[in-house]
């Protein structure tokens, strides 16, 4: 069963706005990732947060996590429409030897 | 160099036909995985291989078979194909230590008709 649930499952915002996308899971996570993929594309990792780190900065990506609420947030600032993707939340229950878990994905598309 | 390669980008095949994907990493990761991306995007994991031993089934049917001659390669042998397997396939990699992230290949298309 999918771990993770993406919301909005799409988002549409102006060129130089922020976007958040949010994913919730359900069990206890090692860490959680985010990866980016481009339309026919395959999926490119972003950010790793672990489960004993509350934020974490990459250039104009924030992601934020609260295992208490089994909740994380990707912010991404200052978008361009170099940005429209679909993004995935990514749990890793286990040290190595489990798989990554894909949430549903949320669309974004930037309009120029 | 393509961290993650899999051929070929695009397959489209007649039911009931036998075909295979293949997949070479070349970043020395000891764990190859094989996702399904269905049309609505869903990413599922069907296959996890660590140092040429499948770890994880995940309910797939038998009609797919991982092989992997080395721990660089981890090909998809589908037999008897059905209209529900067409999707995108998806190889990755990863190292097999905590807090790391998978290296996906670009998907291979499948298309039975």
């Known amino acids: 069963s999918q771990q993770g649930e993406e919301d909005p499952q799409a988002l549409s915002i102006q060129e130089g706005e922020n976007a958040t996308m949010n994913c919730s899971y359900k069990t206890s996570i090692n860490n959680l990732q985010w990866y980016r993929q481009n339309s026919g594309r395959g999926l490119v990792h972003l950010i790793l947060?672990?489960?004993?780190?509350r934020e974490k900065h990459s250039g104009r990506l924030r992601v934020t996590l609260d295992t208490s609420k089994k909740s994380s947030s990707l912010l991404i600032t200052a978008s361009r429409a170099a940005d429209t993707a679909s993004y995935f939340c990514?749990?890793?229950?286990?040290?190595?030897?489990?798989?990554?878990?894909f949430g549903k994905g949320t669309r974004l598309s930037v309009i120029a | 160099d393509t961290a993650v390669s899999q051929t070929p980008k695009y397959l489209v095949t007649q039911m009931g036909n036998d075909k295979s994907i293949k997949c070479e990493q070349n970043l020395g990761h000891d764990t190859m995985y094989w996702y399904k991306q269905d049309s609505k995007k869903f990413l599922k994991i069907m296959f996890s291989?660590?140092?040429?031993?499948?770890?994880i089934n995940e309910t797939v049917p038998n009609r797919f078979s991982p092989k992997s001659p080395d721990k660089a390669h981890l090909n998809l042998h589908i037999n008897s194909l059905e209209l529900g397997d067409s999707a995108v396939y998806f190889c990755?990699?990863?190292?097999?230590?905590?807090?790391?992230?998978?290296?996906f290949g670009q998907g291979t298309r499948l298309t039975v008709v």
């Open positions: 291989y660590n140092n040429k031993e499948l770890i």
């Open positions: 947060i672990r489960s004993n780190e």
């Open positions: 990514a749990t890793d229950a286990n040290s190595g030897n489990t798989p990554l878990v």
């Open positions: 990755a990699s990863s190292r097999v230590t905590a807090n790391t992230e998978a290296f």
